[in-house]
């Protein structure tokens, strides 16, 4: 069943008093560029009311957020609220050339959504080229007023977020990137909550510090906003439980070690010691890496600090012992296996989990990096003098110079878009194994897929080995899907399908594909509108790892896909 009832009863709520049910927050972006120091270099970055990461968005379930955004810088940019299912309210999603044009300089556009049926953490940020690696800032859910969480509320709630850092434009690097076909450069450091810590030069004093009392549980908000890492992340000598992921709750498990892919959010809590312990400990991050070519290969660090007793400073610094984590290989793909594995849906009456039983449409679509050819008279960097790609089903996706959702409303597909994209592989080969392809060349085109309303889909998607295997952390906006299947290797439709999860399995936004292998999972065609999936390294995004879906109109007037707000970006 999907959402119309629940946007129905919504609706009855919102009758009831404001002060009970519906609150409306409002807050205002304003684009501009400021100057921030990093490992000794100071440059110039585009960011949200001068601040690096950005506001936060505070919101509890059933409100109201009103964003007014007004771009005072010279590039394009819009906004995307990650996670947020928009429901009948594409409008509002940000992709820059999907759901709506970008905004333009002295221009703004201003977001209105409700918050449906989630509770917990996403994060929003600039959803135009590489814009996001200085855009960004956390969304906070909490549950309704009244409403408890299922687990004992925590004394403290802390965002932590990783980024990257350049210390160059990151404009100007996929600029060249995509000039030159080859890799672009990587990144300087990583960061938490915008600071690289001290184990990079000249960063001691840029270090993110969390001060907690002995005996108290924390909720940490973990955000990945990182452009092109997934990352691992420990608290030295501190066991984290993970209660939330992706606004969802889940099945609480305990770790020492978090993995979490960029888009992806994570709510651990973290239960200090009973006592002060006369010592500090490192909070680090550090990337999982599975592929091919170069990768900012450091690590990133924060420190937990304990509060003294009767808040006295210790007489003797040098005797408080400094702990380190100790985190997993970075190409530790079984740690990733295993830990992903961990995650369950609570699928009890307040939270159920309503997988598809039965699936109306099947896609199994092939993912990873191929070529386009040189230019003549060029020298092209990618893969044997061509330049790199990235296809879905072998289709890398071309954004168009309009916005689809404007062009699907409007009826005026033709010459945009074609809605003829391949539901299988059109050319089937050994995905993982060998020999894989000679011809590595995609096909460079703007094709969606089109789905009843409330269909109910099933997706595999199959990593390749062409140019290298990777895990790729795919995101779905608008929906939220049910994790039913993972695996090595290529997906089995005969035999694998019978050991799906359809009683508990995990619901994301986000899910990391595992290198040389596949993940299936399901969900309803509940949205009426046109929704991006693209992989969340930024790079692969840039080469065309990314496709759209058309959800048509339901039958109820809930169901549909209202008209465009009056100040909707213009191309």
Not at 167 to 195: M, R
Not at 465 to 489: D, K, R, T
């Amino acid at each position: 069943m999907g959402y119309s009832y629940l946007l129905f009863g919504f609706a009855i709520l919102c009758l009831l008093p404001q002060s009970t049910f519906c609150i409306t927050r409002h807050y205002t972006f304003n684009i501009v560029k400021h100057n921030v120091t990093r490992l000794c270099t100071t440059k110039s970055i585009v960011s949200v009311n001068g601040r690096f990461p950005g506001p936060r968005i505070i919101a509890r379930e059933g409100d109201r957020v009103i964003v007014k955004v007004i771009n005072q810088v010279s590039n394009n940019i819009s906004i995307h609220w990650h996670g947020i299912r928009q429901l009948a309210n594409g409008w509002a999603d940000g992709p820059a050339y999907v759901t709506q044009c970008p905004i333009q300089f002295n221009k703004s556009y201003t977001y209105n959504f409700t918050i449906i049926g989630q509770r917990g953490t996403l994060f929003w940020h600039a959803h135009i080229s590489w814009l996001r690696a200085t855009v960004y800032g956390p969304i906070i859910i909490l549950p309704r007023r009244n409403e408890s969480y299922p687990f004992k509320k925590p004394y403290k709630q802390i965002p932590i977020m990783f980024g990257e850092w350049w210390n160059v434009d990151t404009e100007a690097v996929i600029n060249q990137a995509l000039q030159t076909g080859g890799g672009p450069n990587v990144s300087d450091a990583y960061t938490i909550n915008g600071l690289p810590g001290p184990l990079y030069n000249c960063s001691s004093k840029d270090t993110f510090k969390l001060k907690v009392k002995p005996g108290k549980t924390y909720m940490l908000r973990l955000i990945n906003a990182a452009l092109n890492d997934e990352m691992f992340f420990s608290i030295a000598n501190h066991t984290l439980t993970i209660v939330d992921a992706d606004a969802i709750y889940t099945k609480p498990f305990n770790t020492n070690v978090v993995f979490i892919t960029p888009g992806q959010t994570t709510n651990v809590l973290l239960k200090t010691k009973p006592h002060y312990p006369n010592a500090t400990f490192l909070m680090a991050a550090q990337p999982y890496f599975s592929g091919l070519g170069t990768f900012d290969n450091s690590t990133v660090a924060g420190i937990l600090e304990y509060e003294s007793p009767l808040h006295n400073s210790p007489t003797n610094k040098s005797k408080i012992k400094l702990f380190k984590p100790t985190l997993p290989n970075i190409t530790s793909t079984s740690f990733v296996a295993n830990f992903t594995k961990n995650f369950r849906s609570l699928a009890n009456t307040p939270f159920p989990a309503n997988v598809p039983l039965n699936v109306d449409k099947r896609f199994l679509f092939t993912i990873g990096l191929g070529s386009n050819p040189c230019p003549k008279n060029m020298t092209c960097q990618g893969p044997n003098g061509t330049k790199f790609a990235a296809s879905v089903n072998n289709i890398s996706f071309i954004l168009p110079t309009t916005a689809l959702l404007q062009s699907h409303y409007f009826g005026q597909s033709n010459g945009i878009y074609t809605t003829d994209f391949p539901v299988t592989p059109l050319n089937p080969f050994n995905y993982t194994g060998s020999p894989q392809p000679n011809n590595t060349f995609v096909t460079n085109a703007t094709k969606v897929v089109v789905l009843p309303f409330n269909s109910s889909v099933e997706v595999v998607l199959q990593d390749t080995s062409i140019l290298g295997a990777e895990n790729h952390p795919l995101h779905l906006h608008g929906h939220n899907f049910f994790v039913v299947g993972e695996g090595f290797g290529n997906f089995d439709p005969n035999n694998d399908p019978s050991n799906f999860n359809l009683k508990d399995p995990i619901q994301r936004n986000t899910v990391g594909v595992p290198a040389g292998g596949w993940i299936a999972f399901r969900f309803f065609a509940d949205n009426p509108g046109v929704w991006f999936m693209h992989c969340h390294f930024e790079v692969h995004t840039s080469w065309g790892l990314r496709m759209a879906w058309i959800v048509l109109d339901g039958s109820l007037p809930s169901q549909k896909l209202p008209p465009p707000p009056s100040d909707l970006p213009k191309c």
